[in-house]
């Protein structure tokens, strides 16, 4: 429970505010509630769409306060910052396209962003907003939530403390089935605007969870990628993006590893793996069952270790809530890093350094991501030549 | 996302008071998280110690306003029950033995009661503390919690619908270790009391796991227990409760079971498992994996039936908050009881009937459990023979 | 590979007769695998129907000499103990009311004996059995062959050289579905000797499968049961005998145990699984996976113990054929019955002292088996009535 | 038991030589478990060496008459050629670069080939191999003995029938980690020769392990590779084969595919896995389960098949020999190799055409391996390169 007693002591709640997220909205109301879980936020404003009676009615479901649902981000980000008690950090989780131009409304005037994944649907506009971000004083947090799972802290733990040695070979996957059929030529919000390049990027399923995966096996390893090839294809007939996407990885110091995304495998809902494999160990995680942790000593029988159980140590436990065995999930590990956002805000707001054991994952780590999907779709228009990172 | 768009569209919080749950307490930790987690409820108020100077410094943890937090119930009851902004909803999460005095002073003066389980250390406590329930407006929610899980909600329909056809055989387990070594006697406040009959009642392992399992195994099956023959056992030296049972069950009806408790299980957490089978099909689940559920079509292949994906039905759909493959876990099953219990007590304060599709568990569930413990006591102490219910 | 290597440089194949096993049934072909796997045996002569034509049919299936197939037992059990080339030893795979007057048959002529389980239908049978075979030369060698997996044999190398320290605590269960309906009324003979009493004694699945899980409890755990309740029950309407039963027990030295035997229960095959837990550690096995068993050392994390991999010893080694990671099955486990019988014999057959290190289960373990049945059936007679044995 | 019936029944067994497999090697004992399992051969001679004692007390071990056992092939072949009783059919089970020279000698004299993979080390070796056959009445049989497992003949089957539509995506992998030191530096025949370029080919891992995973891939999906691209990669100091590589993969007619092997993945014995993805359904296989497949209709709960269970159909009940929930392993799956082989020996030495549901794998399957292999590392030594097949 290092959550509970270590967050929920810090008197008021930050007041946060959202962008996107409406009614029927998927990622919206996971941010939400993983913003309410550890009681560190109180949401108070909020832009839930461009349409005023779509956004209005969005904000009623919520509770808030009528003067403070807006139709225009750039509005709220204006009226925000002058009153006394304007948001602290505001939540974007909009389509992608717009990840850039809203966040910049909000970092210019000094609010933290919380900003969902992609950072961006191109390259151009992730650096464009790095830069953005670089001359402000706001934090800029990006919901690679994934992250947040605890064992995925243990298992970096344990990748850093050499544990594994010297890694050699790293094998990630992200495997969905929801993609199977021409689901965005039926009405589909979600999958319309995931399968559009204008609102996503030149990435489909390679932007969407590729990206996902390509940062849980950096998170975890620190290993930074070296060169790539990648084959993309399209499956569904008239798809614009691509809906499966095979990878070849080198990465700097020698090893070497693959990456799965696809969306049209059926039987597979949320099927992201990892599997990291060292001269002196291997460990092995499933997010679909996500507080165990599979860890070989080499000549060793494999072990078993659960979160919070045996050999699962500080870097999990400092973002766990309850004993072993009672399961965490995924609004956890997603309000891991909401509250892992709040102590680094909390530390900006009273101008002290962030704590030195903070992680959540920055702008760099998205400008990373959108470079990986950037390179992945220039690997693939080329027949899978390796390209630089 | 049922929940989100359900629940938090109900204007102003809930306000919430707490009685136990102080600091290094888990499960009142576990019940402020569940609160939280679907915007329904406000912490306002708490005792959370006998001891001024502890209640006030697990307050001041928490950000509550000093003159609402009591080292008395009793007074907690009177001051709140007063004031204008007084609690709505108090929840217990004491040692057994407090759960029947703290509760009645709520009740009697009509604020609603969410308490966590076993009801009471004694049935003549049970049976008073219903009779006070019974006198009064007010609800009383008991948190069995493992009801809020979707899955188990699904099993629930699929009994109910007869897809499993007449049930002839069930078996359920509530496996642990902790209790494996003598941990009473090393410090342990919550091994302390679980262990001492003072606190917990005549059950040991069969009061706090056991009355999980008996719970579980009725919930889904809704069959009536007609009698027992246990066989508890201590096996630590000088524990002064069971930390091990065996429950034959004979059901109303035919059907037959078999109960397991045991904190004595090394490499078992929270292996709360669940099977039940008729003469149409079968379905097994595990808490530790609780996003699942197995279900046997009588000749035909097993199906992997996971929360909202294909087969998962309206039950399950109600009580979920976000798309399969993404685990929902622990926090969220508790949670379900709180936001069941809001949608109850919104009714209630409104004059309303209680929604038809609500669920939490009962003061009725309460006695059930402790009369289900008394009985294995009871049939324990003379050589495992047969007690009806 | 210590099997192949240690057992086929033996020279001559022991000649083998069989009775039993002709067309259609189960678990003659089985046996018949099982001997062949090894290289030990040739079958030479067989007594497979009491009906002369079908008999003969089943010989001519199997490539035998006309003259070495009979439909009397009594009369292939003169004729081949006369023959200079008879058979060494017989295997007797018929419904269990024949086992003990076959297997005299043979014993008094000093033809060893692979019989298959349950001993007998009956305690009288097999005290009378026992007694033919102390008066004989010959061994008796009964294939309980789940002891036969090797991670069964590491599982009682563990428990013995105290890994798991002194046993409290023990689960075992073999749960299956293929009775559910009322298919002897159908036609199929396997169920119809399976629920008659006259051919399968007291116990239907107590004693079918009920006893498997009796002797492998046993045979891991070296403890001996003082007594026992059982709640036997038949489910399918007109079924003669019990077709699930509940097992309470208790073992001489303290340790506490539950049996649970099905054959009613929809999605399991053949789901028989043992856990073990003592003040040290426990292990889990569950034989639809057999290369398997989970140990966990109390405080430590789990460890998956793989047949051939790190951490399995030598007892798991001696009746393994390949390595690690390629699943031995079920096949080879009987295989190391007849394996270790086939040492056994040829050291009779040489006149010296059995090995060491073999293994068998014995007319003991038969004689238990039996009475173990015989005692479920008693005890559930008077109510799951406590029963000593 | 589709196999015990059907094949024992033919008559005098076929005799059986084999050249490898001595003392200590580890593939010959499978083999010759493999051809006992089902009756239908007996080993009679062998070339276990070409150092006479070493063959000759091979021999010895195995009960062979010591005129039948030769330390040339090429005398062996001649000498069997020449017997009234010589061999049938002769088992091939050297280190890869010896397959061609040794089957030569044999099918030129008309005795059928059981020959281990893969089929040569050389690609020029493989089609002169080929040419060999061409020539010969003698039938050849690859042991790609994995596609002996009931279950993966079910899951070919159901490709075949339709039940995944239109292929799209596949994923196979084989992993282990017994190469993760440099094992061949320690003394260990095994690692040393798999090692050796000049005894297995171009190829480390790819070759001895990639090309069963492409075989299993082949074999169950019916694709042709259209073209690869290849990264492989030796991470263990002084080792001059491959022991990781991952490699894209088309198909002809669209769909695509992913391979990975390795044998420095610490924590994976033998970790054979596939996956096949199409427009209506997927199939999921493990080799260490291997009495399951996964399968999921699109829109429909995944569905676990057994062994033999519901759903289990024709294909996999032809080549099982006892029912669901008793696990068949890896020697089962290899017999039923020599078992479908037996079949084809006697129709074709009863001048009969082949039975028309026979599979066994061919020499096009062997050349289309070592040619994966060959394309493997050409492409892997131009960077990855494609290489159209």
Redesign the interface.
């Known amino acids: 429970?290092a959550i509970?007693?270590a967050h929920?002591?810090?008197?008021?709640k930050l007041r946060l505010g959202m962008v996107g997220g409406g009614?029927d909205a998927?990622i919206g109301?996971?941010h939400?509630?993983a913003a309410?879980?550890?009681?560190e936020y109180e949401l108070v404003a909020g832009c839930f769409s461009s349409t005023p009676e779509k956004s209005a009615a969005s904000g009623?479901?919520?509770?808030l306060n009528p003067a403070r649902v807006y139709s225009s981000y750039a509005e709220m980000a204006q009226r925000e910052a002058r009153r006394k008690d304007g948001i602290n950090a505001v939540s974007i989780v909009t389509p992608n396209h717009l990840h850039a131009p809203v966040a910049k409304e909000f970092l210019k005037r000094g609010i933290h962003v919380i900003c969902d994944k992609p950072l961006t649907g191109t390259l151009a506009d992730a650096k464009s907003l790095a830069k953005a971000a670089e001359k402000s004083d706001a934090l800029f947090i990006l919901t690679h939530n994934y992250t947040g799972y605890p064992m995925i802290r243990q298992a970096q733990e344990m990748v850093a403390s050499g544990e594994?040695g010297e890694i050699?070979?790293l094998?990630v996957?992200y495997v969905?089935?929801w993609l199977?059929?021409p689901l965005e030529q039926t009405g589909s919000k979600q999958a319309e605007w995931r399968t559009d390049p204008a609102r996503s990027g030149g990435g489909g399923a390679v932007g969407d969870i590729g990206t996902h995966a390509q940062n849980l096996a950096s998170f975890v390893t620190g290993l930074e990628t070296e060169a790539l090839?990648a084959?993309l294809?399209r499956?569904v007939p008239g798809r614009q993006l691509d809906d499966?996407g095979?990878v070849?990885l080198?990465y700097k110091g020698g090893a070497?590893?693959?990456l799965?995304c696809?969306q049209?495998?059926?039987?597979?809902?949320?099927?992201l793996r990892l599997?990291v494999?060292?001269?002196?160990?291997?460990?092995?995680w499933d997010?679909?069952?996500?507080?165990l942790l599979?860890?070989?000593?080499?000549?060793?029988?494999?072990?078993?270790?659960?979160r919070g159980?045996?050999?699962s140590g500080a870097a999990a436990a400092r973002v766990s809530?309850?004993?072993?065995?009672?399961?965490?999930?995924?609004?956890?590990g997603f309000a891991n890093i909401y509250a892992e956002a709040a102590r680094a805000i909390r530390a900006r707001m009273a101008g002290l350094p962030l704590p030195a054991d903070v992680h959540f994952p920055t702008m760099a780590d998205g400008v990373a991501g959108v470079a990986f999907v950037d390179a992945c779709v220039r690997s693939s228009a080329k027949?899978?030549a390796?390209v630089t990172l």
Do not use: C
């Open positions: 429970m509970d007693a929920v002591a810090r008197g008021a009614r998927f109301a996971v939400r509630i309410r879980i550890d009681g009623a479901d919520l509770g594994l050699r070979v094998h996957q969905q089935d199977s059929t090839a084959d294809h499956f499966n095979h070849l080198r070497r590893g693959m799965w696809s049209v495998s059926p039987g597979n809902e949320n099927a599997q494999y060292g001269d002196k160990g291997g460990i092995e997010q679909e069952n996500p507080n599979w860890f070989t000593k080499l000549g060793q029988p494999k072990q078993l270790i659960t159980g045996a050999g809530r309850i004993p072993p065995g009672h399961p965490e999930g995924y609004l956890e027949n899978a390796w």
